[in-house]
């Protein structure tokens, strides 16, 4: 599975480096030292790193390292009960998270690492329109989470922020929030969280962004996200311009990236992790991470540079128990965070019949619960979501649309799942048909949901309008009304036309031609 993102990544490094030309050029060449691959090309020579899309911008650095690394991505849940399984065992020698911190409350993680090495720092920070900043007489960065909720909870400015349950920077900024309002003075607890949970839930009314990735958002807001600012991680904040970072002076959660070296891995890769973890934390590298990734040196003999400000940070509280995060993030979803309205455009074509209609059916009831993993947990439909489904083959097929209530949607969800089992595959393709009535639905009036678009298709389109049909419809929506459409490629996709829709509408692009669908399907509800 990958998701190709309409130019996501690319964008994103662009805007944390000044360099993205070599930046990129560097990535593409090389594979023989870095970059994902097939298991058995990798000798004992090789540090197998499972890691975190956030690391990422290391691969050009980590080529003069003197080490051969091959990475291998993954979701910060996902990756974290993958190590705590024993999953990770044998397949990788090491880890490679923006923090530990969620996985070292799964029982049986500590036990699977072994030692682990700081890299670099960088905290979860927000950052506003430089004039919204002074408006709100933050010129000077700083404020405390205190004020900072005030004044969103008083429709003062707008944010966006990645999905705590997808992305570690928006569950350190969850956490960063509820501990600060808390007044949390040590492990953050169930109890602070339930007693926050009024004033949480207005200060993420000023939400009207989300994402799955913290570079897919920079994105998305520089292309015009329609808010204020961003919640996210000082790195990614320090790469963009026009913004004005604000310190809370009560404190913030910090991200770390701590390489951790597995309990399991064989003596050979022990000793290559060393001399990785080593040069890694050289004073030369160290300037060399600031400098190129925006991120604070982890070692004592390398003072951080004046971009990053002149007071010292406090770090907040963290869980000490996994109970208490995951409440937090079940919070957010349920309680917290405005709920969304997700429209499924779904290709019920001929050439869906077989093996796809089948693999379309389990995506949809995976997202209904029947996924146990804690990721799957997170990504089903959630309570107060409004999810609406439209099939589409030579024409649009019965819309239907699905309402889940505060408390007690378990009916609602198998209500979902038999719709999902009762799909077939027949006729023609018209897509542009199919995101027609879509757009038509989601632009007629949805006050107080976040809407998105999902538009599957293992095809071209044969029937109906056309791109340009669409497009021109599309530019008629007044601004601020206009849904992103997340495109997944199946089958035999046109990928150029699917990546004009995503690029059109501020989407992205999802590609599971070679991998599990339901897999992207849960990936994209990082994105609703």
Known sequence: MSAVRGGAQGVWRALRRAAAAAVAAALSLGAAACGSGAEHQDGPDVLRILAGSEVADMEPLLERSGVKVRFTYTGTLDGAEQVASGGADGRYDAVWFSSNRYLSLIDGARARLSTETRTMVSP??????????????????????????????????????????????????????????????????????????????????????????SGWLAEAYARGGGVDGLVNYESVLLGMTGLTLVRPSDGVVTADYPLTLLAS??????????????????????????????????????????????????????????????????????????????????????????????????ALVTLTGADRSASGTFSRF???????????????????????????????????????????????????????????????????????????TDGENTDGTSFEDFESLYRMIPQGRRPRTFVVLFGESDVAEMKRVAELTGGAVFDARDGSLAEVFKEIRGYQ
């Open 124 to 213: 979860v920070l927000l950052g506003l329109r430089t004039a919204k900043a002074a408006e709100l007489g933050w010129a000077d960065g700083r404020a405390t989470w205190e004020e900072i909720a005030t004044a969103a909870a008083g429709g003062r400015f707008t944010f966006g922020m990645t999905n705590p349950a997808s992305s570690n920077s928006g569950f350190s900024a969850l956490v960063g929030v509820a501990a600060g309002l808390s007044g949390a003075d040590g492990a953050l607890t169930a109890e602070q969280v339930a007693s926050v949970t009024p004033r949480l839930k207005e200060f993420f009314t000023a939400q009207r962004l989300t994402s799955g990735s």
């Open 265 to 362: 891995a064989p003596a050979e890769k022990k000793e290559l992790y060393g001399r990785l973890a080593a040069w890694l934390r050289t004073p030369g590298t160290q300037r060399e991470i600031m400098a190129v990734t925006h991120r604070r040196p982890a070692v004592p003999e390398v003072q951080p540079g004046p971009e990053f400000g002149a007071e010292p940070l406090l770090e907040l509280p963290f869980p000490n128990r996994r109970a208490t995060a995951d409440g937090l993030i079940t919070a957010y979803l349920d309680e917290l965070r405005v709920p969304a309205h997700a429209f499924f455009v779904l290709d019920t074509s001929g050439s869906m019949e077989g093996g796809r209609i089948d693999a379309l059916r389990e």
């Open 382 to 456: 959630r309570s107060r979501e409004t999810v609406t489904m439209i099939p589409f083959s030579g024409e649009v097929g019965a819309e239907r649309t699905f309402v889940l209530p505060e408390s007690g949607p378990e009916p609602v969800l198998a209500q979902i799942r038999q719709y999902a089992e009762d799909l077939r595959a027949r006729g023609g393709t018209a897509i542009y048909n199919g995101l027609r009535a879509a757009y038509a639905q989601s632009t007629a009036g949805d006050a107080g949901h976040y809407v998105s678009v999902v538009l599957m």
